[in-house]
């Protein structure tokens, strides 16, 4: 779509979306640099222990430490720029910052989807082919797949920033949103936009159809392999290993279809906001809870840090 009204080329962009919490930014703001901080302190701490732990060195947890430091990086990317933007009210971004705060968001978008599909896929071998396991999954082939994910990523941001570093916006440009959005910043282009749309509708059916798809036939053979388990001791036990993971995978794709399959109504950049504020700051705040909360190694790694932590201190002091 173009914007026709003012053919002044856009030098800056205003971020406007904390506008209307203008009288209540010091509240909003401890609220929001609380989650900020607690998210931080979770992701960090679990990719820590995964790192630490020698018994936590499997391909589920090295996926699950990688599919957290995605959700840290996307909300470094956005969070510090935003809280800074609620103190004084409003957001004003070169083209430039824009366009790679984007493309971070987009970069680290993509890796999260691949990395969904590919822990949706260590489950599928670990209850359907368990015999088997081991020699189709290995830590050093999720790494080599994750760094495969990670230059996957980063070429289709660079040809999608190419295009947009050629599109002409006229301002002024006004963002109702709390960081730069495409859908929003796009409706101001006075040029020609084809192939840089093109290149989003294709990435954005692949990296989010592809698996979607790939997810739900994953959990359907799961589903039916754990049915066939006669012990219903078994079918719990087996159910356990991957029902968080099917939790963060069910919300992200609810998310994901929401704000981009949806057909759009009266009120659709109120539920746009909403829900682009859910996924930047719940998400990363309740994964880690939904993967450790009731895991068990897990919660024999943290014991055994905070014991080696204490009786560190104890030999420092003593």
């Not at 963002?175 to 040029?191: E, V, W």
């Not at 692949?206 to 799961?222: D, E, G, K, R």
């Not at 859910?278 to 897990?298: K, M, S, V």
Request: with cysteine; aromatic share 14%; net charge positive.
């Amino acid at each position: 779509m173009t914007h026709q009204k003012n053919q002044t080329l856009a030098a800056e962009i205003l971020i406007v979306g904390f506008e209307y919490l203008i009288a209540y930014r010091i509240p909003y703001f401890l609220f929001l640099l609380v989650i900020y901080t607690l998210t931080c302190f979770e992701n960090l701490l679990v990719i820590f222990l995964v790192n630490k732990s020698p018994h936590l060195h499997s391909p589920m947890y090295f996926l699950i430490s990688n599919l957290l430091f995605v959700g840290f990086v996307y909300t470094a990317n956005l969070v510090p720029r935003m809280l800074h933007d609620l103190l004084s009210g409003r957001g004003v971004f070169s083209l430039l910052g824009c366009i790679i705060q984007l493309n971070v968001m987009g970069g680290v978008s993509n890796v999260e989807s691949l990395l969904l599909t590919l822990m949706s896929y260590d489950r599928f071998l670990a209850i359907c082919h368990p015999l088997r396991y081991s020699a189709l999954m290995h830590t050093r082939l999720c790494l080599y797949l994750v760094i495969g994910f990670w230059l996957i990523s980063s070429v289709i941001v660079a040809a999608i920033c190419y295009f947009l570093i050629k599109v002409e916006f006229c301002g002024p440009v006004r963002i109702n949103h709390f960081h730069c959005d495409f859908n929003t910043l796009i409706l101001f282009a006075c040029s020609d936009i084809a192939p840089l749309m093109f290149l989003t509708i294709v990435v954005s059916t692949i990296l989010c159809a592809t698996p979607f798809v790939a997810v739900v036939l994953s959990y359907t053979f799961i589903i039916m392999a754990i049915l066939k388990i006669k012990s219903s001791k078994g079918r719990k036990k087996a159910f356990s290993t991957c029902s968080s993971h099917l939790v963060v995978s069910a919300i992200y794709f609810a998310i994901i279809f929401t704000l981009y399959v949806v057909p759009r109504s009266n009120n659709y950049f109120q539920v746009y906001k909403a829900m682009s504020f859910f996924y930047l700051y719940i998400i990363p705040l309740i994964t880690p809870i939904i993967y450790t909360l009731r895991n068990q190694d897990f919660q024999k790694a943290l014991q055994t840090t905070m014991s080696e932590m204490k009786q560190h201190v104890i030999n420092v002091h003593f």
